[in-house]
């Protein structure tokens, strides 16, 4: 079988429905409810965007399945050349952080528009921390554990070595994702390389505010300058960190009523459908700024509400967009384990049919351990974070007078 062919695709997506309609049954969720109340304005953006969440997801996914083929057979990490892949590749990380930037801008923009309620960054923060921190530490817990099995819990770089290497691991890859006990993380843990965007927008975000020319406190506005100026030191790919930018430019567009109104119909998936054919033809490589633009078009046409009648409401989009950032981190770890542990060295050799049997077979685990990692250790957190937030906002009170606040 042809390892770009659109079957396994299929496969994939059914599997993935399946494990999600047996998950919903065994753990008591009604996704088709959360679908099918009221969706009148933000209410149908949350819920599209949310589908489009777990639709990338999916295409995050089916780009590492191909990935681990090559992998296996030379311990190389190295992309398909197929226009698809080099699209799933690139470009799916850069519609998460528009994504990421929509969402946030839209809050700070409510909050503006909401004297009376005004932007708590003390609860951002804290809430954000709490979302991201537990699952991430406990998917480094199951890498962690799987290095010293595979090393026989024998030490082969010195403990000073291992316990910085571990840090930098713990730092969100921050400081480096060095090689752990002379072990290469890049086919378990390789997705981590995004999340230091992710908090350095979060960081830099009191700048947007101040740009809204909203209230902010020295102390955040401070943070902001210091993160911005780490950023520079710290040198990322400036084209993925300006899909923070174009989600932010569309959190403007989407406020504006008439264009809402056309984009929510068939002219809307008519143009959502053009654009991503000229982003994913015209465009080879992905990384052009063509390509960002029409995707950027087509992600704003969603985010008006367009569900490209009905695609995104879908029961497996919806729960995968849900559970997403489980599924983010934890899916590469399951498919090394199916490799690696369950079928070892014949691995290697496997078919091209034989090695998207085993893709299939890990959904049918990933999905579990991500309904599992959701319930038991995700929404645990993040209801705690309000608690947490309210505490310390009490602490900090308590010093309020130190503040100087600009407006």
Aim: proline share 4%; with cysteine.
């Amino acid at each position: 079988m042809n390892l770009n062919s659109l079957w396994p695709a299929a496969g994939a997506l059914l599997v993935a429905a399946t494990a999600v309609f047996l998950c919903d049954k065994l753990f008591g969720v009604h996704s088709s409810s959360v679908v099918n109340a009221k969706t009148n304005g933000q209410g149908s953006r949350h819920i599209v965007l949310n589908g489009l969440r777990g639709l990338v997801i999916f295409s995050v996914f089916m780009h590492h399945a191909t990935i681990f083929h090559g992998f296996l057979r030379t311990g190389l990490w190295l992309t398909s050349q197929s226009y698809l892949q080099v699209h799933l590749g690139i470009n799916k990380v850069f519609v998460l952080f528009m994504l990421s930037g929509f969402l946030f801008t839209t809050k700070l923009l409510n909050a503006k528009a909401n004297a009376a309620q005004p932007f708590n960054w003390l609860q951002f923060y804290v809430s954000r921390t709490m979302r991201l921190v537990p699952v991430y530490f406990f998917m480094l817990w199951i890498v962690f554990a799987m290095i010293a099995v595979i090393s026989d819990f024998t030490l082969k770089e010195p403990a000073s070595e291992l316990f910085k290497h571990i840090i930098q691991w713990a730092s969100f890859t921050l400081f480096g994702a060095p090689k752990v006990n002379e072990f290469e993380l890049t086919a378990i843990a390789g997705v981590v390389w995004s999340l230091p965007y992710e908090w350095f927008f979060y960081f830099m975000l009191p700048l947007l505010a101040w740009v809204f020319r909203m209230p902010i406190s020295m102390p955040y506005l401070i943070l902001a300058m210091a993160a911005s100026a780490c950023l520079v030191i710290w040198q990322p790919l400036w084209d993925f960190m300006s899909g923070f930018a174009f989600g932010a430019a569309m959190a403007l567009i989407v406020r504006v009523p008439r264009l809402v109104q056309i984009c929510s119909g068939r002219m809307g998936v008519v143009l959502v459908v053009v654009c991503l054919t000229l982003a994913a033809t015209a465009f080879p490589t992905g990384m052009a700024l063509g390509s960002r633009i029409f995707i950027f078009l087509a992600v704003t046409v969603m985010a008006c509400g367009n569900s490209l009648m009905g695609l995104l409401k879908l029961r497996l989009f919806q729960s995968m967009g849900e559970r997403s950032y489980s599924i983010y981190l934890l899916h590469s770890v399951v498919m090394y384990v199916m490799f690696k542990f369950a079928i070892g060295a014949r691995s290697a050799t496997l078919s091209g049919s034989e090695h998207w049997l085993v893709i299939l077979a890990s959904i049918a685990v990933f999905i579990p351990l991500c309904y599992f990692t959701y319930r038991w250790i995700e929404q645990p957190f993040i209801r705690y974070a309000p608690y947490l937030s309210n505490w310390l906002s009490n602490q900090v009170r308590k010093y309020q007078s130190a503040f100087v606040v600009i407006r």
